[in-house]
T-cell receptor
């Protein structure tokens, strides 16, 4: 049983560019959350998707947007990249009946 | 809002030493509590959890007890191994209206175990 998968593993972008990160949840999971983990910090919640809708959003600007597809996979989009967006982006999934979240390996984004 | 405060690191121990990583929380209601572990270059793995007061979570020799009276969830292990070297995160589950939730994490504690 594949766990949560994310792509790409690493990404280097230039300030002002746009980026799309992808996540496939663990089999049987329908709820996907995204977190940003800056170097040396704990993960910060960006948003959560369920039934293709954004259910809750953390304290992130509108440059951060997302999408969930009918197969429950998800994308995180970041526009107008800033140097401060450099971080590890983690995707987590869970079933609707449990609050236990399973994390993917993350995408390391570097903005130069 | 809800928050988690955990012991600042780094922590360096010798193999077979006793480990304690302190974690306290501030929350309305009674959140579920978690310890996650992050090995170098990897994502987060759930280590253990507790969903109500006085519950003890345990896994791989690690234990933590949900203490409502002291709002704490300290992580302990009786005898650490080199392979336990990692960053440990304490977290709580913050439930919003409508049933959606997010994890609120502490800043992490880096543990290094020397042979």
């Amino acid at each position: 049983d594949a766990g949560v998968t994310q792509s790409p593993t690493h990404l280097i972008k230039t300030r002002g560019q746009q980026v799309t990160l992808r996540c496939s949840p663990k089999s049987g999971h329908d709820t996907v959350s995204w977190y940003q983990q800056a170097l040396g910090q704990g993960p910060q919640f960006i948003f959560q998707y369920y039934e293709e809708e954004e259910r809750q959003r953390g304290n992130f600007p509108d440059r951060f947007s997302g999408h969930q597809f009918p197969n429950y996979s998800s994308e995180l989009n970041v526009n107008a990249l800033l140097l401060g967006d450099s971080a590890l982006y983690l995707c987590a999934s869970r079933t609707g009946s449990s609050y236990e979240q399973y994390f993917g390996p993350g995408t390391r984004l570097t903005v130069t | 809002g809800n928050s988690v405060t955990q012991m600042e690191g780094p922590v360096t121990l010798s193999e077979e030493a006793f480990l304690t990583i302190n974690c306290t929380y501030t929350a309305t209601g009674y959140p579920s509590l978690f310890w996650y572990v992050q090995y170098p270059g990897e994502g987060l793995q759930l280590l253990l959890k507790a969903t109500k007061a006085d519950d003890k979570g345990s896994n791989k020799g690690f234990e933590a007890t949900y203490r409502k009276e002291t709002t704490s969830f300290h992580l302990e292990k009786g005898s650490v191994q080199v392979s336990d070297s990692a960053v440990y995160f304490c977290a709580l589950s913050d439930i919003a209206q409508g049933g959606s939730e997010k994890l609120v994490f502490g800043k992490g504690t880096k543990l290094t175990v020397n042979p």
